[in-house]
């Protein structure tokens, strides 16, 4: 919270950006540990947005979050960016310093944190993961397990660009059909896709060929329990719902923003879920 004309600024740009729940956490943070900041919405619109984020540094802020749909125009403004973020071709945070605009993706550590807070135990090194969806966060999904040392197989109803993903990121890419096959002797799921998002078609996908020692992950949290988690845990499989990406990706930048690694604790879920 803001207390004097000290305080350190961040936010979130977006287009729209009033459904994030961005402002919610990071506030959140600020109030548990008692920093003097704030981190607001930004609804910047496409064709005004490099002069909207060259303007935020010498405004006083210490960064920003980019999301939709200015991910792939932030790694273009930028004049540093991460290895994740080259590798991604799009920048979700970024941190003004020494009169540049620092780009970083921290979108795959979000994801591996969050496989890691719900099954401390698992480990991709070797193992099978099937990736369904091409998008963004698959990019950053199968780039995480990737780094893992799993093998990454990526279904998507367009083939083409799951072997877009395959060329660009790593991967084998797998046709649409094939995919509830392709489950058998996998050790992760995960649905990149908006199937099974509120709103959109469901997603058909019988789970008969996945182990039941095998975690099953959904990126969205609209709703929580989608459901493909609701049948993963019918079934016995562990399910890491999209919420927990959310969270850990923020952490590394609310470090470079205000100086402290923050906790995903229980009551900082159930705050942000509030705000759904």
């Known amino acids: 919270m803001i207390s004097s004309a000290r305080a350190r600024l961040a936010g979130v740009m977006g287009y729209p950006v009033a459904h994030s729940l961005s402002p919610r956490l990071h506030n959140f943070w600020l109030d548990c540990y008692g920093i003097d900041g704030a981190y607001v919405p930004l609804p910047v619109a496409p064709e005004h947005f490099g002069a909207a984020l060259r303007a935020l540094g010498p405004l006083g802020f210490a960064g920003v979050n980019v999301t939709v749909p200015h991910k792939e125009a932030a790694f273009a403004a930028c004049d540093e960016v991460d290895a994740a973020a080259r590798r991604m071709g799009a920048v979700n945070m970024i941190v003004f310093a020494g009169g540049k605009i620092l ?18 135990a698992w480990s991709g ?16 999904v199968v780039a995480a397990l990737l780094d893992e040392g799993a093998e990454v197989v990526i279904a998507n109803r367009t083939m083409a660009r799951a072997e877009a993903v395959a060329r660009d ?57 989608t459901p493909l988690l609701l ?19 923020a ?15 229980a009551e900082l879920r159930a705050h942000v879920l509030a705000g759904r």
């Open 103 to 120: 780009g970083r993706n921290t979108d795959g550590y979000g994801f591996r944190e969050s496989l890691r807070a719900a099954a401390p």
């Open 125 to 140: 090194k070797g193992k099978k993961a099937v990736v369904l969806g091409a998008g963004g966060g698959a990019r950053a």
């Open 169 to 225: 990121i790593g991967g084998t890419a797998l046709d649409w059909a094939s995919r509830a096959r392709a489950l058998e002797g996998a050790a992760l799921l995960v649905n990149t896709t908006v199937l099974g998002m509120e709103g959109k078609e469901p997603l058909d996908l019988s789970l008969d060929a996945l182990p039941k020692t095998a975690l099953v992950a959904d990126i969205v949290y609209a709703p929580l329990e």
């Open 231 to 249: 049948a993963a845990r019918a079934r016995g499989n562990v399910a890491v719902d999209g919420l927990g990406m959310l969270l850990h990706q």
């Open 251 to 265: 952490r590394p930048a609310f470090a470079a923003w205000f100086g402290r690694d923050p906790e995903v604790s």
